[in-house]
């Protein structure tokens, strides 16, 4: 079964860090793009920041300068450094990856369930 697992959800004070991980498992032939996206209570959900399979990055204006999006290709595995972190970065955050799980189809989109992120004021 394929799936993706996030890491390393849980409450700082403001200013504090923390470090999410993402792992893709399951028979899996490649990795496409890899993100994290982020849902507020009341609000959309939106992307915090993406990572090609090459490695290029883009990251919501809200978060840059402070979060880092990173990747280990050999373990499928992409990590969200957050640094200086705000109350209005509190959120549930989601692992998102286009998968090839068939060499004769194209990438799909998979989604982690999320972990919870609590910063205190």
């Known amino acids: 079964q394929v799936q993706l697992v996030e890491s390393g959800g849980g409450l700082v004070q403001a200013g504090g860090s923390l470090r999410l991980s993402c792992a893709a498992s399951?028979?899996?032939?490649?990795?496409?793009?890899m993100g994290w996206y982020r849902r507020s209570p009341g609000k959309q959900r939106e992307l915090v920041a993406g990572?090609?399979?090459?490695?290029?990055?883009n990251y919501a204006d809200s978060v840059k300068g402070r979060f880092t999006i990173s990747r280990d290709n050999a373990k499928m595995t992409v990590y969200l450094q957050m640094n200086s972190l705000k109350p209005e970065d509190t959120a549930v955050y989601y692992c998102?990856?286009?998968?090839?799980?068939?060499?004769?189809?194209?990438?799909?989109?998979?989604w982690g369930r999320g972990t919870q992120v609590t910063v205190s004021s």
């Open positions: 399951g028979r899996i032939f490649k990795v496409n793009a």
């Open positions: 990572i090609t399979s090459g490695g290029s990055t």
């Open positions: 998102n990856a286009g998968l090839l799980t068939n060499p004769t189809m194209t990438y799909i989109d998979h």
